[in-house]
Structures are given as C-alpha cells and as structure tokens.
C-alpha cells in the first residue's frame, strides 16, 4: 500500500470520532496559527522536501452519509514556496501556505484551521523505525470544513511507496 492510501485510509478512519480536534487534542501537540507557521517557513528556509496528502471529507448526516458530487484524494511531493500571516485579518484569510510541485502548486488559506505536529517516534509501533528512517515530522492542517491535509517533512526526497503513513491523526 503507497504512503497516500496508508495516510487517506487513517483519515478516512478518522472521520467516524465524535470530534477529531478533540480527541487529537488530548495527544498531540496542537499549534497556534503563529506557531505553524514558524514551522512552515522553517521548511521553506530550508528548502525541506514535503510529501502533503489529503481527500475530500466525510459527511455524516442524520440519514446516513451524504452523497459527493466530487469525491478526491491528492499526494504530493515539493516544497513549501511561500507561508503569510497577518494576524490583523480575521479569518480564512489569516494565514496562506503555498506548496509548488513540479506537477503544480497548491495554496491554501489557513486562518480558521487547527493545527497539529507530531514526530515519527510517535507513530504506531509497526511503522515506528521506518517513518523515523524516512520521515523528520508531520504537521497536519484541520480546515473548518473537514478536510486535512497532512504535511510530511521528509529525510530526503522520494518517490517510493514504501514510506510509513504514520500521523496518528
């Protein structure tokens, strides 16, 4: 199984929880928009390899799952080109992260979202040494809307299928 469709099936999972921020909480280190984004533009400084995934979120309603018009999952692998904050907006519009691949770039506007970091020595047991070989840490994005997106800062830059999806998210 490729490290996209180990990370959207813990997502998937994910979605069944009363409250995912909640429980998240409770485990990992949540972040401030400010501090997020000192992790952002420290990979962007450093030029850091990144592998982001993310797909189109779960809706539970009261007669059961709702139907999508659009149903989606991406993976990325680039680098983060540019973050902004400006803590006088409210908002949406508060913070934007921008990811440039050599397939496209991604931008997101981050304001209203919780967000999360963990580290590989945090992983489950069964993928612990290989996320800890492969990866340095995970900061995953909870927008409003349901979707995350999940940020992986690689050792070094790779395409293989073999690299743990390990967020506890």
């Known amino acids: 199984m490729t490290l996209t469709d ?18 998240v909480r409770e485990k990992n280190m949540v972040l401030c928009l400010e501090d997020a984004v000192t992790i952002l533009r420290k990979w962007k400084d450093d030029s850091a390899d990144i ?6 979120p779960f809706q539970p309603s009261r007669r059961g799952t709702l139907e999508h018009d659009i149903d989606w999952s991406i993976g990325l692998q680039g680098r983060v080109s540019n973050v902004s ?14 990811f440039e691949t050599p397939g496209g770039t991604l931008s997101l506007a981050v304001g209203g979202c919780v967000f999360v970091y963990e580290e590989p020595r945090e992983a489950k047991p069964v993928v612990r ?7 340095v840490s995970a900061l995953s994005v909870f927008f409003p809307s349901s979707e995350v997106f999940v940020f992986y800062e690689l050792r070094e830059p790779s395409l293989k299928a073999s690299i743990p999806g390990w967020s506890t998210i």
């Open 6 to 23: 180990r990370v959207l099936s813990k997502i998937r999972a994910s979605r069944f929880r009363v409250s995912v921020q909640d429980e």
């Open 129 to 135: 040494e290989e996320a800890e070989s492969t990866t």
């Open 85 to 98: 904050v400006d803590l006088s907006t409210k908002g949406k519009r508060a913070g934007t992260i921008v």
């Open 51 to 56: 592998l982001v995934v993310s797909e189109s």
